[in-house]
């Protein structure tokens, strides 16, 4: 069997670990965050199974100049940040167009369709099923015009293989009845589910991958380098040697896939999250405002409430005006909320055309990409996970591979 390192010990890391070392292989994951130390500590926990609509569609060039302006969006482009971000909005722009925004919808939904089997094995055998909660996700919308214009990317998530139902104002007051009234529709999607504690749902599945003979690295990785039978992994503490390497670093991924000879226009989408304490019984599951662009979910410490973008690469300063439009708009949405607790900042990992990096690189057959997830690194993690090891072992992939290859930037 192959000794492996992993980069990355987020959900699609360790879910590699689990995958790899199911098969027999030696795993050792580095991270210099620890387990759950970036995006997959703060996210909102949801299991978006539904998630098949890319951030990259035709309704940018119409909402566009809004995001920018608008005092209550949820996006954010921080301007000194611009000429650095430009190629990458550039081919952003060039994959909203509605034939390249519905490839990327349908190769999505290919892998959404699958999310589930990713962790079906792992959540039984590593005793996850306690920080799994069976509640679906209700998304709202504050008025008729705002669900009306939805109604297009709804029928290709039908169309796509998705389920869900629609509500009424009245059944939204039923199912939550601690909402502010002022929500007109709402969806609501089967088979999703989400987790009460994304942080202790990995330091679980750490902690039982290492009593199987996980190793934790907790140095950073500075460089890659492919050997003509394996790779080297450089070190401060110097060099060491695997067969093969898996790349699951979500937004620090991209110096790697350089490495690697692949020039992959990887950057990051900064998402926030507020949290309010002791308020979990307000809802029952993750309740996202459409408009506003933020879920709230109840979660074993209270009520999270996580979203936004900021496109400002991985400058670590808080946008503070981004954090206050989350307290007032979960407040004005949920009204017994108070006062929050906590703030917290963290780098998703985004690609133009809204799909993950999934398969081998450029420079060597044993260094293998899994990163570039975006908002579904949760939902995915445990899919990506048997990518990789499914590449290791030289398994077929029950699924083309071609659409998320490293190559389809150039």
């Known amino acids: 069997m192959a000794n492996v390192a992993v980069l990355g010990a987020g959900f699609v890391g360790l879910s590699a670990a689990y995958w790899l070392m199911r098969d027999g292989h030696q795993v050792t994951v580095y991270d210099p965050a620890g387990v759950a130390g970036g995006a997959s500590y703060g996210n909102a926990g949801t299991f978006a199974n539904y998630a098949c609509i890319p951030v990259n569609n035709p309704s940018v060039f119409r909402d566009l100049p809004r995001f920018l302006l608008s005092s209550d ?5 921080r301007w000194g940040y611009l000429p ?25 939904s290919v892998l959404l369709s699958r999310a589930h089997d990713g962790y079906r094995e792992m959540i039984e055998q590593a005793n996850l099923a306690q920080f799994i909660r069976p509640s679906e996700c209700l998304y709202l919308y504050s008025g008729a015009a705002a669900f009306r214009a939805s109604e297009p990317a709804l029928t290709l998530r039908r169309s796509l293989g998705v389920d869900f139902s629609i509500v009424s104002r009245e059944q939204v007051q039923q199912m939550e009845p601690q909402l502010s009234p002022l929500f007109d529709r709402g969806v609501l999607f089967s088979g999703s589910w989400f987790l009460s504690d994304p942080e202790a749902f990995l330091k679980t599945q750490e902690a039982w991958l290492s009593q199987s003979g996980l190793r934790m690295e907790t140095r950073a990785v500075n460089a890659i ?23 699951c670093a979500g937004a620090h991924s991209r110096p790697f896939a350089m490495q690697c000879g692949d020039r992959i226009p990887l950057d990051t989408e900064r998402g926030y999250h507020i949290t309010y304490p002791g308020t ?45 439009l989350l307290r007032f708009s979960s407040q004005r949405a949920l009204p017994a909320l108070t006062a929050p607790s906590e703030s917290w900042l963290g780098f998703r990992p985004t690609l133009p055309d809204g799909l993950p990096v999934m398969g ?8 293998i990409y899994a990163f570039g997830h975006q908002h579904i690194g949760l939902t995915l993690g445990g899919l990506s996970g048997a990518v990789v090891a499914d590449l290791v072992a030289g398994r077929t992939s029950p699924f083309s591979l071609a659409p998320y290859a490293a190559d389809r930037f150039y």
Do not use: C
Not at 225 to 247: C, I, R
Not at 296 to 322: D, F, S, W, Y
């Open 73 to 77: 969006s949820p996006f954010r482009l």
């Open 84 to 108: 650095q971000l430009a190629p990458w909005l550039a081919r952003f722009l060039w994959n909203s167009t509605e034939r390249r925004y519905a490839a990327s919808a349908g190769a999505l």
């Open 225 to 247: 380098k492919p050997q003509p039978n394996g790779v080297l992994l450089e070190t401060a503490a110097g060099s060491a040697a695997y067969d093969y390497v898996a790349v």
């Open 280 to 324: 979990a019984n307000l809802i029952s599951r993750p309740v996202g405002w459409a408009e506003r662009g933020f879920y709230m979910t109840p979660m074993e410490k209270g009520i999270r409430v996580a979203g936004t973008v900021e496109l400002a690469g991985l400058n670590p300063r808080k946008h503070q005006g981004l954090l206050e």
């Open 360 to 367: 081998r690189s450029r420079a060597s057959a044993r260094v």
